[in-house]
Every structure is written in structure tokens, then in C-alpha cells.
T-cell receptor
Framework: GESVGLHLPTLSVQEGDNSIINCAYSNSASDYFIWYKQESGKGPQFIIDIRSNMDKRQGQRVTVLLNKTVKHLSLQIAATQPGDSAVYFCAENSGGGADGLTFGKGTHLIIQP | GEEVAQTPKHLVRGEGQKAKLYCAPIKGHSYVFWYQQVLKNEFKFLISFQNENVFDETGMPKERFSAKCLPNSPCSLEIQATKLEDSAVYFC??????????????FGQGTRLTVV
């Protein structure tokens, strides 16, 4: 079946560097995407979202890029901080389904001091 | 409330026992979702509600799993005759509008179920 997936299970970056977390999705009907951050022992926390009619959206220190041609989503975190260490999940909503969100496998972001 | 409240935080059950998990959605949110997360991995959708009505239950193992969202009560997820493979963290989420309308879902802190 169609699903959302992530390319790397673990990403290690130096504190202060920028990080990029990637996500490939396969459902071309998906029209809404969300990035969630999950810290150990906690529930997913919303970071940023993007609609399919956009290709870029910026938040505070975070940017989401959407490439519908190759069905690719990325999360860029600028000037990473220790508090950014977490597992990051992308999720999609196919627009017509009633099952909420389809999550991909997470990427564990590790910030090295 | 302003956050999704899940209770209990941890639950340990012997194999074959019943487990019941609770979720109070954010006030004003009409949609409630239950997800199962095994080993910090991806989330498996179980069931969604629109107010007290089941919206989508395609993810539910119907033989042993059931869920309710009754008026003026927390939503609940019940597992009869638990099995070892039911061990997971169960997350509840709520949203203001229906899925597909580009709406953010807010998650609770989860209930960690351990079946021994």
C-alpha cells in the first residue's frame, strides 16, 4: 500500500549547524503534510505544515520544502540546538480519507555538542 | 482543556487481562483519533471519531479492540484479552475539523501499555 517514508533512521549534526531531514511519499493524492517532533516519552508535537499548493513554508528556524514532482518533503532546521534532539516524523493527509494522518518512519536527529 | 489528556500514563497487564485507556480531547475539537506506536516506530492508525460517532475504524483489530467516545465522558480504548504484541504506546489525538481539511491534530502524551 501507499505510505510515507523517511530516508535515514539517524542523523547526527553539530550544534549550531543546519540539518535537513528528508521524507518521500508515494500517495500523489496527498494534499497536506505535517512535520512532527517526538521527544523521548512524549507525544508528537506539531512543528510545521504545508499544503500541496505551496512548495515552501517557513517558521521559526524551520523550513519545509515540498517537491510534488518527485513526491519529496524535507524539513530544514537552522542553527540546531540541543533541544532539537528528537525523532522527527513526516505525516500526510490524502484529502479524502477519514483516517487522519499517515505517518512515515521517524528520523532520529542527534545534536552533537 | 487546552491539551489532549491521556490516562493512565503507564499500564501493565498480564496476558489475557483487559486494558482500558482514556483520552480527553481538547475542548471544542470534534474529531478524535487513536494511534498505536510500537518501539518508537511509525504510528498505526486505529480508529477515529466525529463526536460520539465512529468516523473510520479500518485500523481496528475488531476481535479484541473496541473504542467509544460518549458525551460528557473521556473517550476510551479497550483491549479485551490482551496479547504480548499489544505492548505499545497508544496515542490519542484530536482536531477541530475533519481529516482532509488541512487541519492540525494535537496529540496527547500517550499511554504505555506493557503486557507481561
Amino acid at each position: 500500500g501507499e505510505s510515507v517514508g523517511l530516508h535515514l533512521p539517524t542523523l547526527s549534526v553539530q550544534e549550531g549547524d543546519n540539518s535537513i531531514i528528508n521524507c518521500a511519499y508515494s500517495n500523489s493524492a496527498s494534499d497536506y503534510f505535517i512535520w512532527y517532533k517526538q521527544e523521548s516519552g512524549k507525544g508528537p508535537q506539531f512543528i510545521i505544515d504545508i499544503r500541496s499548493n505551496m512548495d515552501k513554508r517557513q517558521g521559526q528556524r524551520v523550513t519545509v520544502l515540498l517537491n510534488k514532482t518527485v513526491k519529496h518533503l524535507s524539513l530544514q532546521i537552522a542553527a540546531t540546538q540541543p533541544g532539537d534532539s528528537a525523532v522527527y516524523f513526516c505525516a500526510e493527509n490524502s484529502g479524502g480519507g477519514a483516517d487522519g494522518l499517515t505517518f512515515g518512519k521517524g528520523t532520529h536527529l542527534i545534536i552533537q555538542p | 482543556g487546552e491539551e489532549v489528556a491521556q490516562t493512565p500514563k503507564h499500564l501493565v497487564r498480564g496476558e489475557g487481562q483487559k486494558a482500558k485507556l482514556y483520552c480527553a480531547p481538547i475542548k471544542g475539537h470534534s474529531y478524535v483519533f487513536w494511534y498505536q506506536q510500537v518501539l518508537k516506530n511509525e504510528f498505526k492508525f486505529l480508529i477515529s471519531f466525529q463526536n460520539e460517532n465512529v468516523f473510520d475504524e479500518t485500523g481496528m483489530p475488531k476481535e479484541r479492540f473496541s473504542a467509544k467516545c460518549l458525551p460528557n465522558s473521556p473517550c476510551s480504548l479497550e483491549i479485551q484479552a490482551t496479547k504480548l504484541e499489544d505492548s505499545a504506546v497508544y496515542f490519542c489525538a484530536s482536531s477541530r475539523t475533519r481529516p482532509g481539511l488541512n487541519t492540525e491534530a494535537f496529540f496527547g502524551q500517550g499511554t504505555r501499555l506493557t503486557v507481561v
